[in-house]
Every structure is written in structure tokens, then in C-alpha cells.
């Protein structure tokens, strides 16, 4: 949706526009694209034409395919053929670090590029490095202002110009959808589900239990209607066992179509509270809705995440800092209070230090929570301990025997 804001906003001209869609879900085959959805069809008047990236790698999969380097000419002929591209002028990509994004940077070659997010990454560091012929040819970033006084970090260490989408923009587009979407089923609150288990951060367990978790706090706050909005991602699972869970709880629990974005059940239910793990969902409820939010289980996945370069890191922190924090209790408790750009900053250079030399902190004030130690450690921001005596004279004997 926030490539459609950008398009009303004027952000890309009135040329011929061919939109790409890629259909990432562990089975492509059984699951519906974005162009099969309900909401799409008020956004298809846009573009003049729609074609899949599904469709032309079959039977291969969009995460995981790269042209060999001796495939790129032939593949950049055959995308021209095949979609009718004469002289492309521009670009317009997503998550440009990843399949396929990055594989089709690198085949439709010789036009600028525009990246687009509307997510909490925007704000994280580049995931991977890109190669020169994709780095020089980004011009901008087109973003949402999900937190204000917050700047992109994404493609800065290559001198790209970060853009706000405008709001009204984003909302106006949101609007269309929704009208032409199924109406989700009413409730007091809602639960976002991710997919946490399919991106190996907890097991599918832990991601069951912290589910159950969140609707039994719900509960004890006195919530009888709860709505479950799952991943488009994430399956079926969690929804059966999350229903499973709710009678024994007194719970009345609904599940929205899959399909349905979770902004437009915000827009559509207004629920009392929203509640989630990190999702970007969270932050929009707030920032756009004006909703009330709380997450749950940040701090399990803090500790979880790895390498500490892990693309999730940088949302899980500004959910974590920024958004109430709701106990297995059913109490919502405010964050410490705490300077998130210097933050978000520190964290981003400790996951890229070799990217980001100029966001080396002066110095630290150690937070367990979002610093690892030891990382702290070989980066030099504090000092390793002390050795005890004891272990030091027994390592120069060891040393003087040897």
C-alpha cells in the first residue's frame, strides 16, 4: 500500500508501470498471491500491467534463486521479452538486500532505483552488502514515518536520500482497500501473529505459547472477543491452536482472513488494544490509528536473535524501547524511558560496525538487554573482565611448563 501512496503522490511520474509480484511463502503453489487477494483489486487500476515472478522461474523458488553470472544476459533479454520492457526508466523494488529483489536489480540493469519499505527495517542497516552495479544506481528511499525523529539507516552508507511518504497518502490508499475488502470479525482486541518459528528465532512451540500467552492476558484484563490476525506467512497452525486455547479461557476467539491486511482491521474494528510481539503492525496501530498497543515477548527474542547482525534486531529493539510492554498478568507497563535515535544508532553500529565507523559511540552505558556483552567486547566499547590472580599465575606456570 505504501507503493501506492507514492504513485498518488507523484513520486514516480506517468510512464507505463508494470507491477512484479513475488509470492515468498514456503509453498508458493498453495498460497494466494498478492494480486488473487480481496484488497487488490482497487490498487491493479495503477499499473498497467501485473505479471509474477512465480510464474516466469518456475518451478524454482523466489527466495532462493539467483541468476549464475552466466545467465544474466540471457535472462535480462528474456524479462524484456517477456514483459515488454523497452527502455526501462526506473526501478521500483523492496527489500533490495534479498531475493528476489536483489536478483532482479541485478538482471534489469541500466535504470535507476528507487527502494521502497514500509516496515520497521527501514530503520536497521543494510542486511548484506550490495554490489557497485546496484548500490550506484539507488537514488532515494521512500518510507512511512512510522516513528517521527527517527532516520533511515538503510542505504545510508551509500549517500541514499531517505523520503517520507505523506500519511493522508498512505491512509487515503488504505481506505480503498478496505472498502473493497471482507469486513473481519468484530472483537475487543486484537493479536498479530508473525512467524517467528518459520524464521527460527523460538520454535513453533514457543511462538504457540507466547500466543496463548497474550490471549490469557487478554483475558484477565476481562477481553471476551478477541480477533487473531495471522501472518500471510505463518500457516494455519497457530489459528487452530489458539482457538484450542480459548475456550478453557472464556475467550470468544475469531480469525481474520489471512489475506486481510491488519491495517484495514484496525481501520474496520477499532480495537481496544492491539497486542503483538514486534510486529510493524503495532507501531502503524499506534502511529496511524491513534489505537492503543502493547507487546509482548520482546525480551525472549532479544536474547534469542542471531548473529547479532539479524535483520530483526533493530524492530524487535523499537517495539522493545518504544511501545508498552503487557505482562502474562494482563498489566501494560510503560518502557524506561530512554533516548531511541542514540539507541537505535548504537545498536545499528554494533550489528555493522565496519559499515557505520561514524555511529561509534563515545561511550556506552551497558544494557544487558540490548548489548551483548562479548560484542561489546571485541568492538572495544568496554573493557573485558578483569582475570582473577589465581587464573593468571596458573596460566604463566602452564606457559613455563610448555
Not at 156 to 171: D, K, M
Amino acid at each position: 500500500m505504501s507503493l501506492a501512496a507514492a504513485i498518488d503522490d507523484g513520486r514516480f511520474g506517468d510512464g507505463r508501470r508494470v507491477l512484479v509480484v513475488s509470492n515468498n511463502a514456503a509453498v508458493p503453489e498453495v498460497a494466494t498471491p498478492l494480486d488473487g487477494t480481496p484488497g487488490f483489486a482497487p490498487l491493479r487500476g495503477r499499473f498497467d500491467e501485473v505479471v509474477s515472478w512465480n510464474e516466469l522461474i518456475a518451478p524454482l523458488h523466489p527466495s532462493d534463486w539467483r541468476a549464475r553470472v552466466i545467465e544474466v544476459p540471457m535472462m535480462e533479454r528474456l524479462i524484456r521479452s517477456h514483459w515488454g520492457l523497452d527502455g526501462v526508466e526506473e526501478l521500483v523494488v523492496e527489500s533490495i538486500a534479498v531475493p528476489p529483489a536483489r536478483t532482479i536489480a541485478g538482471l534489469v540493469r541500466d535504470c535507476p532505483i528507487t527502494v521502497y519499505s514500509d516496515g520497521l527495517m527501514s530503520y536497521g542497516p543494510t542486511r548484506d552488502p550490495l554490489p557497485a552495479e546496484i548500490f550506484r544506481r539507488v537514488g532515494r528511499l521512500l518510507h512511512l514515518d512510522l516513528v517521527p525523529g527517527l532516520t533511515p539507516l538503510l542505504l545510508s552508507e551509500y549517500g541514499v536520500a531517505p523520503e517520507i511518504l505523506p500519511g493522508e497518502r498512505f491512509l487515503s490508499v488504505l481506505d480503498e482497500v478496505a472498502a473493497t475488502a471482507p469486513g473481519p470479525p468484530a472483537g475487543q482486541a486484537m493479536i498479530l501473529g508473525q512467524y517467528l518459528s518459520a524464521l527460527e528465532i523460538v520454535t513453533p512451540e514457543e511462538e504457540a505459547a507466547l500466543h496463548e500467552t497474550m490471549l490469557a492476558a487478554l483475558a484477565a484484563r476481562g477481553c471476551t472477543d478477541v480477533v487473531f490476525k495471522p501472518h500471510p506467512a505463518a500457516g494455519r497452525r497457530h489459528a487452530r491452536l489458539l482457538r484450542a486455547a480459548a475456550g478453557p479461557l472464556g475467550v470468544d476467539l475469531s480469525v481474520a482472513a489471512e489475506s486481510v491486511p491488519a491495517e484495514v482491521c484496525f481501520a474496520a474494528l477499532r480495537p481496544e488494544l492491539v497486542v503483538g510481539c514486534f510486529s510493524t503492525g503495532l507501531v502503524t496501530a499506534q502511529r496511524y490509528f491513534g489505537l492503543q498497543v502493547a507487546s509482548y515477548g520482546t525480551g525472549m527474542v532479544l536474547e534469542r536473535l542471531a548473529p547479532y547482525e539479524n535483520s530483526n534486531r533493530i524492530p524487535v529493539t523499537i517495539v522493545d524501547a518504544l511501545l508498552p510492554r503487557l505482562s502474562a498478568e494482563g498489566e501494560i507497563e510503560r518502557p524506561p524511558a530512554v533516548d531511541l535515535p542514540g539507541l537505535v544508532r548504537t545498536v545499528g553500529y554494533c550489528m555493522q560496525a565496519d559499515t557505520y565507523p561514524q555511529l561509534r559511540p563515545d561511550g556506552i552505558a551497558f544494557d544487558a538487554r540490548y548489548f551483548k556483552r562479548r560484542r561489546l567486547e571485541a568492538l572495544d566499547l568496554v573493557a573485558p573482565p578483569a582475570r582473577s590472580g589465581a587464573l593468571t599465575r596458573l596460566r604463566r606456570k602452564i606457559r613455563s611448563a610448555i
